[in-house]
């Protein structure tokens, strides 16, 4: 299958601290998109990073991108309680679409 | 205004029934989709329309049938529902994906099926 795979399914940490998940995909792409999921919601975009780029910064998220490993990294600094949500990565290239299975994130406050 | 608006949010119905979820966005763009997420969160694409136009068509039974009246709409049919139908289903819309920048999807709130 084309989907990617987060890691690790599950980060609980407390409030105050990083929290650090990755993403890994299997096919060439064009970008790497993060998106954000809280319970009973839809997905919300948080973050881009083209192909050509290795690292992107917004707020209090910082990405990587490693093509020659097909992985990426979702950084996510001095985590909020409002931070505790379900994490995803998606890849494709045009309109060709694939998630990835999801990092649940609690932040303790 | 909500941008990518889904309804019902909650449908309950018994196996073997047919129902319609609705999906309309008001932000001008020319592709929408029908995700499903199962219980794991895994999150699979079903559909992708172009203008009107069927463009991807991942492994989904034919049960299933999607249908777009406009580029703001794409609602989605499901004909003799099965147990295996119970999921979260989402509806989604993007600018067509070239140089890989304008392809950010914004999502709807999420139907949740339960066939019983």
New interface residues.
């Given amino acids: 299958s084309q989907q990617g795979e987060e890691d690790p399914q599950a980060l609980s940490i407390q409030e105050g601290e990083n929290a650090t998940m990755n993403c890994s995909y299997k096919t060439s792409i064009n970008n790497l998109q993060w998106y954000r999921q809280n319970s009973g919601r839809g997905l919300v975009h948080l973050i881009l990073i083209r192909s050509n780029e290795r690292e992107k910064h917004s707020g209090r998220l910082r990405v990587t991108l490693d093509t020659s490993k097909k992985s990426s990294s979702l950084l996510i600094t001095a985590s909020r309680a409002a931070d505790t949500a379900s994490y995803f990565c998606a890849t494709g290239t045009g309109n060709q679409f694939y998630f990835g299975t999801g990092t649940s994130l609690t932040v303790i406050p | 205004d909500t941008a990518?608006s889904q309804t019902p949010k909650y449908l309950v119905t018994q196996m073997g029934n047919d129902k319609s979820i609705k999906c309309e966005q008001n932000l001008g763009h020319d592709?929408m989709?029908w995700?499903k997420q199962d219980s794991?969160?895994?999150?699979?694409?079903m559909f992708?329309y172009?203008n009107k136009e069927l463009?991807?068509n991942e492994t989904v039974p034919n049960r299933f049938s999607p249908k777009s009246p406009d580029k703001a709409h794409l609602n989605l049919h499901i004909n003799s529902l099965e147990l295996g139908d119970s999921a979260v289903y989402?509806c989604?819309s993007?600018h067509?994906?070239?140089?890989?920048?304008k392809?950010?999807?914004?999502?709807?709130?999420?139907t949740r099926l339960s066939v019983l």
């Fill in positions: 990518v592709t989709y995700y794991k969160k895994f999150l699979k694409i992708s172009n463009i991807i989402f989604a993007s067509r994906g070239r140089d890989g920048g392809n950010i999807q914004y999502f709807g709130a999420g």
